[in-house]
């Protein structure tokens, strides 16, 4: 593992858990406690255990099922290591000669202690058993952790874990789980709080290497930059922009990342209200930039272009400038026309115009627009349809059916919407809003 400042923070993960579970003998609870900006360095430590870079005796999985309640917290766990863990990887782990018979019957499971146990017993017949298990439990609500998940847990480890079995979990450090669990030693809880000091990590990524170099250099600038952005202070990040400009201009290849130092100052400003003109303006040197570099035939050209039309479409969208953020939209449809690997792009792109136009009072249009969204959608993954905007066009077009007294095509619409975006569609969208922009 080459050392940085992010892998030394992530050493000292390491360390720390070595330490608090020397060998496969131990088993028990290890409980992070880290501010918001460390929990990437967890789930970090937890990704280590798919490369050579392990430090788990252990074999660990990572289970996110919510908390939808006690009865059946337990069983939506197991039915996640079952599907996700277990399943998943039936023909390469039976070709690898594991027993067919262990994927006859799903885990019978009641509680956590159950689920170790299985879990256990499963890895034990595996041809290169581990010595242990692990999970790391990360609920999808675990930013608002109920305080039943949290009793849960508490009732489940004063059953103890069995042996050779440990279970990981973070919180920061006046979270509700460092309140009840930290201290529990009766429970086997180690409570580990690393010095991670994130609020560092970025100005020394930055500054790693010869001081010389010009891509260290400007590392540091375009981190001032971005610091001073969010800062609101816009004199200070428009003078570290020119600067670090001015450094990429005079490096060969580096005409993307003109564009970039452009657009990000654009994108700051337009966070704040009343700079939205201003914003405008760096978004189009960024474009003009864009365009030198697609002449100069830098590879990036293309993808930084697609990427600042939408940043201009965006800003004009945000100002209720509806015609112009959909003529940006629509270029960025045509532009991605020949390349099979944007057909994602090509579908939102077609959707925003279409969202924009229905706005601004131009209905056919917009019906039409979100028609070549659904075309561009046949190109996709399933599983990427599944989870993408297009309920959002499904809903955009029933809006339109009324509107336009297109009721007619209602059916062959909505047979076609179910095949595309899946036939829950219309429910993912019962409460929420369309989102804005790209």
């Known amino acids: 593992m080459a050392e940085n400042a ?8 390491q360390e720390m858990y070595r330490d608090a579970f020397p060998n496969e003998r131990h ?8 501010e918001e900006d460390g929990e990437k360095m967890v789930n970090a430590l937890v990704e280590t255990e798919d490369t050579p870079g392990a430090v788990f005796d252990a074999m660990l999985v990572t289970l996110r099922s919510p908390f939808n309640g006690r009865d059946t917290y337990a069983t939506d766990l197991a039915d996640e290591l079952w599907n996700e863990r277990i399943l998943a ?3 390469e782990l039976i070709a690898a000669g594991v027993d067919p018979v262990l994927f006859d019957q799903p885990p019978r499971v009641r509680n956590l202690n159950d689920l170790f146990l299985y879990f256990r017993g499963f890895v034990s017949a595996l041809p290169n058993p581990c010595p242990g298990v692990a999970i790391y439990l990360w609920p999808l609500d675990y930013k608002k952790p109920v305080k039943q998940w949290v009793t849960w847990l508490e009732e489940s480890l004063q059953q103890n874990l069995p042996d050779h079995c440990v279970l990981l979990l973070h919180d920061r450090p006046d979270g509700l789980l460092s309140t009840r669990l930290a201290r529990r030693k009766d429970l086997k809880v180690s409570a580990l709080t690393p010095d991670l000091k994130m609020d560092e990590l970025a100005a020394e ?11 260290v250099q400007f590392r540091q600038l375009f981190l001032k930059l971005s610091e001073a952005g969010q800062r609101g202070d816009f004199e200070r990040m428009k003078a570290h922009g020119q600067d670090a400009q001015n450094l990429a201009e005079q490096q060969t290849g580096w005409e993307h990342i003109v564009v970039s130092v452009l657009a990000a100052q654009g994108s700051h ?10 914003a405008i303006t760096y978004f189009e040197q960024a474009r003009n930039k864009a365009e030198l570099a697609i002449e100069l035939e830098n590879p990036a050209g293309p993808v930084v272009l697609i990427q600042t039309l939408n940043f201009l479409a965006a800003a004009h969208f945000h100002h209720s400038e509806y ?47 979100n028609l070549l969204s659904l075309v561009a959608a046949e190109g996709l993954d399933e599983n990427i349809r599944f989870q993408s905007t297009l309920p959002y066009v499904g809903r955009e077009l029933m809006t339109l059916m009324e509107i336009l007294n297109r009721y007619s095509e209602s059916r062959q619409l909505k047979e076609r919407l179910n095949r595309l975006a899946g036939p829950d569609w219309e429910s993912k969208i019962s409460e929420a809003e369309t989102p804005a922009a790209l």
Request: charge should be negative; glycine fraction near 6%; hydrophobic fraction near 40%.
């Open 323 to 369: 015609d112009a953020a959909t003529e940006y939209y629509l270029e960025v449809a045509q532009r991605t026309e020949q390349a099979e690997d944007q057909q994602f792009i090509r579908m939102e792109a077609f959707r925003m115009a279409a969202f924009c136009q229905r706005l601004a009072g131009k209905p056919t249009e917009a019906w039409e627009n």
């Open 269 to 278: 400003l337009l966070s704040r209200k009343g700079n939205q003109a201003e």
């Open 6 to 13: 992010a892998t030394r923070r992530l050493l000292l993960l």
């Open 205 to 215: 990524l930055a500054a790693e290497g010869d001081p010389n170099d010009p891509e």
């Open 89 to 91: 990887g039936k023909e």
């Open 27 to 34: 088993s028990g609870t290890c409980l992070w406690l880290v």
